[in-house]
């Protein structure tokens, strides 16, 4: 069984929509990075989060550390928006060495 | 700032032939990391070093070599290509958080095929 489980694994939505992609995991967890993946290939930082919330621009991400979760919300959605979304996480003790990945969410928004 | 660099961005190898991938970091970040990602996989950890002269294996480090002699540099060393790597390679490097975790910037990435 994977460690980090990510749904849906892919997701259309309609420009404007309010995006939500979840991240399960199994372990203990001193950290939590949600990531994009352009079109291109290129892989970019989007949060990094230890507990409660964060918000950039449209983006929101947000975790429950009791219930082993985390969500990143998308407002407004744009097609530029579109790309694979990846949920890692750094066990416990916390080292580099000890990033998980999960499969990614595949978003596409339609003009 | 680059960055993050990877050099070459695609290659094509026969097997048995052995190549290095480049990598260097203009961040002064202590920590660096290989990763290969396949279709269907999340990101794979390779090896990883914690300073210049350290490095540790990863999740799937059989058939690469690597070594940290700078803080700037990481190459990755595959040493007999086989048709298994075939995969995209991310290096990534990184520095860590007080409040716990290690902010990751990545490459561009190399995709690498082996006949």
């Known amino acids: 069984k994977n460690e980090v489980e990510q749904s849906p694994q892919n997701l259309t939505a309609q420009e404007g929509e309010f995006i939500t992609i979840n991240c399960s995991y199994s372990?203990?967890?001193?950290?939590l990075h949600w990531l994009q993946q352009h079109p291109g290939g290129g892989i970019v930082s989007l949060f990094m989060?230890?507990?409660g919330k964060k918000k950039h621009g449209r983006l929101i991400a947000t975790i429950n550390i009791q219930e082993k979760h985390s969500s990143l919300h998308i407002t407004a959605s744009h097609p530029r928006d579109s790309a694979v979304y990846i949920c890692?996480?750094?066990?416990?003790?916390?080292?580099?060495?000890?990033?998980?990945f999960g499969k990614g969410t595949k978003l596409s928004v339609k003009p | 700032n680059a960055g993050v660099t990877q050099t070459p961005k695609f290659q094509v190898l026969k097997t048995g032939q052995s190549m290095t991938l480049q990598c260097a970091q203009d961040?002064?970040?202590?920590?660096m990391s290989w990763y290969r990602q396949d279709p269907g996989m999340g990101l794979r950890l390779i090896h990883y070093?914690?300073?210049?002269?350290?490095?540790d294996q990863g999740e799937v480090p059989n058939g690469y070599n690597v070594s940290r002699s700078t803080t700037e540099d990481f190459p990755l060393r595959l040493l007999s290509a086989a048709p298994s790597q075939t995969s995209v390679y991310f290096c990534?490097?990184?520095?860590?958080?007080?409040?716990?975790?290690?902010?990751?910037?990545f490459g561009p990435g190399t995709r690498l095929t082996v006949t």
């Open positions: 990534a490097s990184s520095y860590s958080r007080s409040r716990g975790g290690y902010e990751q910037y």
């Open positions: 372990v203990g967890i001193s950290a």
């Open positions: 989060l230890s507990s």
């Open positions: 890692a996480v750094f066990k416990i003790p916390g080292s580099q060495g000890n990033l998980i």
């Open positions: 961040m002064n970040h202590e920590y």
């Open positions: 070093s914690v300073g210049a002269g350290i490095t």
